[in-house]
């Protein structure tokens, strides 16, 4: 709505609208992913560092 109201066309809002979502839904996707890795990487435990005390 803001780049309309400041002259925006309505394809080059559209397609500003389109590029968020698809970067929106990509974000979520890398989080969850993340976020079942660590939980898996949790449930297994976590491997210990022959370096660290």
Known sequence: ???LV??????GAAGT???LLSVTAACRVLLRRSERG???EGARG????????
């Open 6 to 11: 400041y002259g925006t066309s309505l394809g």
């Open 17 to 19: 609208a389109l590029g």
């Open 46 to 53: 976590r491997r210990r560092d022959p370096d660290r005390p």
């Open 1 to 3: 709505m803001v780049l």
């Open 38 to 40: 660590m939980r898996s």
